[in-house]
């Protein structure tokens, strides 16, 4: 059999800091009401040197190193992010521009779950034996969106990127199972929008004579969220998705050494952890210092818990997240590095894809 083992991580988040104290100048709010509503202390902002782009490719730096290497070692680069710097060309390839090499690359857009969708391809790439190393990146600079004079949209979110480096292997590690979920009819429960007909184009535009009216970019387009239909959603699809990626795994949530969960609000992590019956040292939490970084979350949360020495070879890890669409997404992973060496010595051969593959 052939698997996708995470050989390196990685995170970058931009120097400038947002506290409550700083959004209590701005809007009517405290930094009792968002630490007891959320859990957030303060969140990171990008300045005038960071870009969706920049951060993405630090990120990804800190992962190749971890791996021990190099961009040309890289097949493919699947970055999830509703932020990218342009809107043509993608993401993956503004980070393959700077990185070097000359992997295949293309992005992924599912919000908040857009790493665990990503960390899903990524892993059927592999292990259908089409590529054996792949960069998955998530990246989002949402405050890019964020209107400062909507308290309850502001105070929620933050920047940053998360990367990990996937290498083919025959043992299992990686991700065993995926779950992946989306509700369409839940678009309006969180959305930023995009194109308006109103006002139609300019009355001295001279290709309106035979175009007619054409949609224009909404100027500064803020995200618009309903927040307790968000939240109701969240603690239940993070349990559900959580309860059956563990299942289709073939194990149990007592065989869960670590909760990697999208960092959105520590209410909702808290409300799964106690309906999932995990103790709160099998959950990781790093909202306070970050905010909700959407695609950037979980890779930014799980670098953090492995800098801290809380994930040993042969864990199992879950990580699962939610957002706008409304979609969600759960992956289980079995950490660790086992079979990577043997097939990077032997080309892949110790991890021939299944025949039919
Ligand atoms: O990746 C997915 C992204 N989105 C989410 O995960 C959002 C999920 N939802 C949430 O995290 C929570 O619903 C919020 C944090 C957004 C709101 O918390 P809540 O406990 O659900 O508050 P609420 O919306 O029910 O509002 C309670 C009160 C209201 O005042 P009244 O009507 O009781 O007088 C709000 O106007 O809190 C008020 N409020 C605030 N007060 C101070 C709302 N935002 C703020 C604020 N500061 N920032």
């Not at 990171?44 to 040197?49: E, K, L, S, T, Y």
């Not at 990218?84 to 980070?95: R, T």
């Not at 290709?207 to 054409?214: D, K, S």
Request: hydrophobic share 45%.
């Amino acid at each position: 059999m052939r698997y996708a083992a995470i050989t390196g991580w990685g995170m970058a988040v931009p120097d400038r800091v947002l506290t409550n104290a700083d959004l209590e100048a701005l809007v009517d709010t405290s930094d009792e009401w968002i630490v007891s509503r959320t859990g957030i202390r303060e969140r990171r902002i990008a300045g005038p040197g960071d870009s969706n782009t920049s951060l993405a490719v630090a990120a990804s730096r800190d992962a190749l190193a971890k791996a021990g290497r190099v961009p040309a070692d890289i097949d493919l680069i699947i970055t999830a992010t509703f932020t990218p710097d342009l809107f043509l060309a993608s993401q993956a390839c503004m980070i393959q521009a700077e990185l070097g090499g000359s992997a295949a690359a293309f992005d992924i857009n599912a919000a908040c779950a857009g790493f665990v969708y990503a960390l899903a391809s990524a892993t059927s790439f592999i292990r259908s034996g089409m590529y054996r190393t792949i960069l998955v990146v998530g990246v989002d600079t949402q405050t890019r969106f964020i209107d400062y004079t909507d308290r309850a949209t502001c105070v929620l979110f933050g920047d940053g990127a998360g990367a990990v480096l996937l290498e083919a292997t025959g043992e299992p590690r990686g991700e065993l199972a995926s779950v992946l979920g989306a509700d369409g009819s839940g678009v309006q429960a969180l959305y930023v929008p995009g194109w308006t007909w109103d006002d139609g184009p300019a009355g001295d535009d001279p290709t309106a004579a035979v175009l007619g009216p054409r949609p224009r970019l909404d100027t500064h387009p803020a995200m618009l969220m309903q927040g307790n239909e968000v939240f109701r959603f969240a603690v239940k699809v993070m349990c559900d998705a959580a309860r059956q990626v563990v299942l289709k795994a073939g194990l149990s949530l007592d065989d869960v050494d670590m909760l990697i969960p999208h960092q959105a609000n520590r209410r909702i992590i808290d409300a799964a952890a106690r309906t999932l019956a995990l103790p709160r040292d099998r959950v990781w939490i790093n909202i306070d210092r970050y905010g909700n970084t959407s695609a950037a979350s979980i890779p930014m949360a799980l670098t953090e818990a492995v800098a801290a020495g809380k994930v040993a070879e042969g864990d199992n890890l879950v990580f699962v997240a939610f957002g706008g669409g409304l979609s969600w997404a759960a992956s289980l992973v079995r950490w660790g590095t086992a079979g990577v060496e043997r097939c990077r010595a032997d080309g892949g051969a110790a991890a021939a894809p299944p025949a039919d593959g």
